[in-house]
């Protein structure tokens, strides 16, 4: 196997057991950076020195013991690095450099991480989109707000990525892409010096080819060494949840749940089936109550001085966000609260969910980055979720499913991924 | 009445009357600051030039409906600007310039604030403090770590200015130097460019010689002119909580407490008594907890690149934060969201609470800001709070009284304040 191969645990053992260097991990990712990035356009700045200097510093050090060590990784461009310049996606910001890491970035270069570049981001996190394609073809969208972390991640440019979602910015772009994508619960991870979509929606994540991986990173990203550990282990139960946007879906999106639902239940594994409990109706309705006004206030000082240089759709977003009653997005608030509450009663006959991860597979074309249909309530709840490859749709694009666990259920979540995963024997 | 006396609302009816300019009223609060300024010590910069620039411009305006129209405002150093440097109260960002305003500031510029300097703040908003001396004497603190904007406003440098909270920032200052501190619910105020210390503590404030001024100030913050409208409203009932920290209190905060219950009881509102229920006594104990691991995370590059221009209490507070394990904080977490609904609970018999605002007057010497015993609470809860000044205690010194609300019920504790404020007839 290729080093840029390797699975982010697999390197790390291997580097730590001597058996590969953290500089030619890096080396390796360069190489297929060089020759793929023309077709997939993931990155939107490369520090290929400097991670080498990192690399070659790392491998000459004695302790080995960081969780990262040696594994090079792409960081989101809207989450602030000190020695690479940091755009959020817009030509407002072109050539900004932050003066200090993003927490969550001084908290994996702590853990052995090595930066190798910043990747593509739809402007501010939002919905206008990057360059990225999807690295299985082209013609189709890699999904957002998190392309570049995704599509660098499943064409084995990087082991892993972060990114961020309000909406369905890491789970979306995770399954258009064929990897793994893991959003924990809202409010976890430590957001200083990310920049701001939404104050009550925004939330961190990680993206990795296997569970494994991304629960790897995300354990970095929140010094959080226990969360790596997740062992595969079989949930005594777990309830599809078809959601309200069923309808949305696609013949894929379906066959891909019921591949995992068959999976799960031949290993012994009780599959029931539910739906969230009223209001939670109202979820796909309110989130963009939320999500607008409370950009309108994010992004104010951008507004006020160079609304020329944001996209006519930000702009109106802006536009619509600023001018909504306080009152409009009070009542969305205290929906979403009796939602929690509701789900939060409701959690007390389901461990585990099983969803779509997305309408299907990617949408031909590059003018949006696809639905958030299978995305925004669980953003809007605040659930940890995650998102695993299982097969090809009929474009040959992968086709994943969601799993979501109740709050800071993290563990759970992971080691029921990761058996899913084994059951499911997904190889890109 | 000198123009830098005057209420930031008044001020503003003056100006949109055409009876005072912003010119004038910027060039009285810089004539005070000149007067001042070596004794308080409550700015880290100052931008007269810029300010009168921006009052010419807002004067020479035909429209003056903005809620700040012309008025000065002092901004807390951790809250970025783009015209001016911010340090966050630390020696490692000496001369930091962010390339944005932060998302309050961009605000309250959008309603015509005009930022008149950066003030004070302990370093990262924690415990070491600044220079700032307590206007009332020089001998005792002004409370931190919003120490220059609570001191600024008392000594009408400025009518208004904004703070952070995280366990007492906001409201044990404006209680030690007699103003009004206003703490909205959690999470309602966006955290774009206000450097971070704890993902789920920190809340943007507001400080104000009047309930009234506080308000407007949180009402342009958060682009929510309704809240500047709240008329003094006397609430139903009142409930007396003395909380567990009754025992570190002086005499002079029961005497203010008593007070204030007596003419809130003479004016028709049923005065109760009553204690938060459990788990509610553990909340004193697990607020650092949350807080020093939090605090470690969004940190982390300033203690992995510079940890020797760390006070040595802020980095110990690091290392014990980053070596916690998880389960601590999970556990701490999970004791504070059974404490918030035991809480929602408790608040179907009661409406609005009284409480101390801080354990007595501000504390002789400048080694600490005073205790948040009275403050963590209700920070850790997300509760809306506001500190009002009542009357003088043994050392001269003011001292006031806390008003606690259901979460987003703003609107209700701004009215009751406003009643409160007129019944007490405080003149500083």
Redesign the interface.
């Known amino acids: 196997m290729r080093p840029d191969e390797l699975s982010a645990v697999d390197a790390v053992a291997l580097i730590r057991a001597g058996r590969l260097s953290a500089t030619r991990l890096v080396e390796a990712c360069l190489e297929r950076i060089a020759q793929r990035e023309p077709q997939v356009r993931a990155w939107v700045a490369i520090d290929a020195e400097g991670a080498l200097s990192r690399a070659r510093a790392l491998d000459a050090k004695g302790g080995r013991d960081g969780l990262l060590h040696g594994i090079p990784v792409g960081v989101k461009d809207v989450i602030e690095t ?1 020695d690479l310049a940091t755009a959020y996606g817009s030509p407002i ?1 072109e050539g ?1 450099r ?6 969550c ?3 994996l ?2 853990e052995g991480g090595i930066v190798l570049g910043k990747t593509v981001t739809a402007e501010f996190a939002t919905t206008t989109p990057g360059a990225t394609r999807n690295p299985w073809n082209p013609a189709f969208t890699p999904g957002g707000s998190s392309s570049g972390s995704a599509a660098a991640v499943a064409d084995c440019m990087v082991p892993l990525a972060c990114g961020t979602q309000t909406a369905g910015s890491v789970l979306r772009p995770a399954a258009f892409c064929g990897i793994a994508g893991f959003k924990p619960t809202f ?7 990310v ?2 979509v939404s ?2 929606l925004d939330t961190l994540g990680s993206f990795g080819r296997t569970v494994g991986d991304a629960a790897l990173m995300a354990a970095a990203m ?6 790596a550990l997740a062992d595969p282990d079989a949930p005594a139960s777990i309830t599809v949840v078809r959601t309200d946007a069923a309808a949305e879906a696609s013949p894929e999106a379906w066959t891909a749940l019921d591949r995992v639902a068959a999976l799960l239940s031949a290993a012994g594994v009780a599959v029931g089936a539910s739906e969230l409990p009223e209001p939670c109706s109202a979820l796909p309705r309110i989130h963009p109550a939320i999500e607008h006004y ?1 950009t ?9 001085h160079h609304a020329q240089r944001l996209s006519p759709k930000l702009r109106d977003r802006l536009d619509h966000g ?1 001018a909504m009653p ?2 409009e997005h ?1 009542r969305a ?2 929906v979403a609260r009796a939602c929690r509450e509701a789900v939060a009663r409701w959690f007390d006959g389901h461990r585990l969910l099983l969803t779509p991860s997305a309408p299907g597979e990617a949408p031909e074309g590059h003018a949006t980055t696809g639905s958030a249909a299978f995305n925004r309530r669980w953003s809007l709840l605040g659930l940890p979720c995650l998102t695993l490859p299982v097969m090809h749709g009929p474009n040959g694009l992968p086709v994943g499913v969601q799993l979501v666990a109740r709050w ?1 259920d993290e563990a759970a979540l992971l080691a029921a991924a990761a058996f899913v995963e084994r059951q499911v024997g997904w190889r890109a």
Do not use: F, T
């Open positions: 000190a910001y900004h932050p003066r200090a890491d993003a927490a970035v001084a908290l270069r702590a409010g976890w991870l430590s957001r200083q010096g920049k701001q104050e009550s929140a010094r959080r060494p226990g969360l409370e309108a206030r994010a992004l104010a000082h951008e507004h006020a600023i306080h009152e009070a608030q205290a800071h």
